[in-house]
T-cell receptor, first 118, second 111 residues
């Protein structure tokens, strides 16, 4: 039973460039959330995808965009990279269970993509 | 003000010590609470959920005080392997669900 797979594991980009990060959710999961974790900080919610649509986003500029595919995998795109975008980008998958208001819905995190912008 | 606040530490304790971490949350709509553990440069992993009645898992005890919007984690008989960052996490169960993380508290257990 594969967990959450993220690629690439590490990436170095130059300011102004664009980057695409990829996430394959855990088998059986249909929802993907993306988080940014800067050094010394907790993960910050970027956005969540369900049924191929962005459901809500956190306090991130439009340079951050995403996509979810019919197989539930997802991409995170960041345009016009800034030095401050250097962080660990985490993908978490979960299962939407309507009417179940408790529990963490089996959130599973991938090991992340470490992005360095120089 | 951050939605979830934690003392970043680090907490330096000797093996065998008891250590407690605290966390406060500001959104009263939060309904689910968790402690996650994160090792250096790795992904967060669920340590335990936190229930209103308090709950225990081996050496770990979690408490929730909804009136004070306060969560705690107690680690007894600390082991070297407990060295990590402990993240306090809340989830609102209105609309769609998302996890909101605190900054994390770093624990260093020394021999």
């Amino acid at each position: 039973d594969a967990g959450v797979t993220q690629s690439p594991t590490h990436l170095i980009k130059t300011r102004g460039q664009q980057v695409t990060l990829r996430c394959s959710p855990k088998s059986g999961h249909d929802t993907v959330s993306w988080y940014q974790q800067a050094l010394g900080q907790g993960p910050q919610f970027i956005f969540q995808y369900y049924e191929e649509e962005e459901r809500q986003r956190g306090n991130f500029p439009d340079r951050f965009s995403g996509h979810q595919f019919p197989n539930y995998s997802s991409e995170l795109n960041v345009n016009a990279l800034l030095l401050g975008d250097s962080a660990l980008y985490l993908c978490a998958s979960s299962l939407e269970v309507r009417g179940n208001r408790l529990g963490n819905y089996g959130y599973t995190f991938g090991s992340g993509t470490r992005l360095t912008v120089v | 003000r951050k939605e979830v606040e934690q003392d970043p530490g680090p907490f330096n304790v000797p093996e065998g010590a008891t250590v407690a971490f605290n966390c406060t949350y500001s959104n009263s709509a939060s309904q689910s609470f968790f402690w996650y553990r994160q090792d250096c440069r790795k992904e967060p992993k669920l340590l335990m959920s936190v229930y209103s009645s308090g709950n225990e898992d081996g050496r770990f005890t979690a408490q929730l005080n909804r009136a004070s919007q306060y969560i705690s984690l107690l680690i007894r008989d600390s082991k070297l392997s407990d060295s990590a960052t402990y993240l306090c996490v809340v989830k609102r169960d209105t609309g769609f669900q998302k996890l909101v993380f605190g900054t994390g508290t770093r624990l260093l257990v020394s021999p």
